[in-house]
């Protein structure tokens, strides 16, 4: 196949920055993140049966489900366009083929497992299988064709799961969701082993880690952003009464803290990291795991958001804290994993601050949410405070993967 300049398409992409239609992309994870969000609250405040026994932890799988499914598709887009060059017209067909799938997932997430399961099944596998489809297309006979062929193959079998699933019972359709999800991550994860045409060699994989590390931060803070769109949703929605308004400026300042934390310094040099590893594309996977684990930490922080603002002086159930604390102790984990991943070691406030933010959850069952918010905001604040003196009157650290 042929790029617009007459040239066969390129391995690697010339440019490290994102390209305007990849920004378009990620637009539509703004919605699909709030979708998520209001089908989470859903279950833990609106429906009258959600709060009970399992309920809350059947519904968050459910959700989380949902989420990591999202992330495949942000993640297989995102690594094809650093690693060929988005330019050429199939690259960009492939692109608008995720964006519009990525629409679809975000539009059925509410009722994807009641009527809407078929349009967020088909969505899914379409996504993943025009993905590797398309570069066979545009690649034509040059080499490392064989890992798309793999890919394709191993998401043929999965998305029978997919499908099959949508047409069963929600309990039966979510055991057959999760297992194709678990059989893709593990065929990443053990390089697309496929019977007959073995597996890909992940040190051999050209990536413009400049690129895939912007691509990382720019997810981040598109879900840091949709913590403020629904923080902001939530209090324009209600009346403007002290304690929604309270609940509203501890949720701004959390979401601020996120942002300091996360850029001080890691965030800043993570391009920096992938490009010094020994393995760039095994550097770049493992922050792939890390960015996921720190943007559920902000999915679950934004449901606490809407429920600390929708009802902050209501006696809380224990979902409503697990969420409300949970969500910054698995966004601390992440940014522990994250911090390895750049200098090869941890801070010890990370660890701190997480059991910190355990300790109190006990007692922060029988008292009114905006409470259990403003602890999880003070906590956060004493990282951003220690992580600024560690830094002040010392040179910039520089990026030492371990990898």
Same mark, same amino acid.
């Given at each position: ?47 009258? %049966? ?116 949508? +047409? ?42 400049? %690129? ?55 965030? +800043? ?21 890390? %960015? ?71 007692? +922060? ?39």
């Amino acid at each position: 196949m042929r790029a617009e300049d007459g040239k066969p398409v390129a391995t690697t992409r010339s440019s490290q920055r994102a390209t305007l239609l990849e920004l378009f992309f990620d637009l539509v994870y703004i919605f699909a993140l709030t979708r998520i969000s209001f089908r989470a609250f859903e279950d833990l405040a609106l429906n009258p %049966h959600g709060t009970d026994g399992w309920e809350p932890i059947i519904g968050g799988g459910k959700t989380l489900l949902l989420l990591l499914a999202l992330w495949a598709v942000w993640q297989g887009t995102a690594w094809t366009t650093s690693r060929y060059d988005p330019r050429n017209s199939w690259l960009q067909a492939l692109v608008f083929t995720a964006l519009a799938s990525s629409m679809v997932m975000g539009v059925a997430i509410p009722r994807a497992f009641t009527e809407a399961g078929m349009a967020f099944a088909v969505a899914y596998v379409v996504a993943q299988v025009s993905r590797p489809g398309i570069l066979l297309l545009a690649l034509g006979r040059q080499h490392r064709r064989q890992l798309k062929l793999r890919m394709l193959i191993t998401f043929s079998v999965t998305g029978t799961l997919w499908i099959a699933g949508a +047409l069963l019972p929600t309990g039966t359709r979510v055991m057959l969701w999760a297992s194709a999800l678990a059989l893709e991550y593990l065929a990443s994860r053990s390089d697309w082993p496929v019977p007959g045409l073995g597996r890909s060699t992940i040190s051999r994989w050209d990536i413009a880690g400049e %690129h895939l590390a912007e691509r990382y931060q720019q997810f981040f803070l598109i879900a840091l952003g949709e913590t403020v769109l629904v923080a902001g949703l939530a209090y324009s929605g209600g009346p403007y009464d002290p304690a929604p308004t309270a609940a509203f400026a501890v949720a701004v300042v959390t979401s601020v803290l996120y942002w300091r934390i996360y850029v001080q310094r890691a965030g +800043l040099i993570l391009a920096e990291a992938v490009t010094r590893s020994r393995h760039p594309a095994a550097t770049g996977r493992s922050a792939a795991d890390t %960015h996921l684990l720190m943007v559920v930490g902000l999915v679950a922080t934004a449901i606490g958001y809407e429920l600390t603002i929708t009802y902050p002086l209501r006696d809380p159930e224990a979902a409503w804290v697990a969420m409300i604390m949970g969500g910054p102790v698995v966004f601390l984990a992440g940014r522990a994993r994250f911090e390895y991943e750049v200098f090869g070691r941890v801070s010890p406030s990370r660890w701190v601050a997480a059991g910190v933010l355990l300790a109190p959850v006990p007692w +922060l069952v029988h008292v009114p949410p905006l409470l259990s918010a403003t602890v999880a905001a003070v906590v956060l604040g004493g990282v951003a405070v220690v992580d600024a003196r560690r830094s002040r009157g010392k040179p910039p650290e520089e990026a030492a993967p371990p990898m």
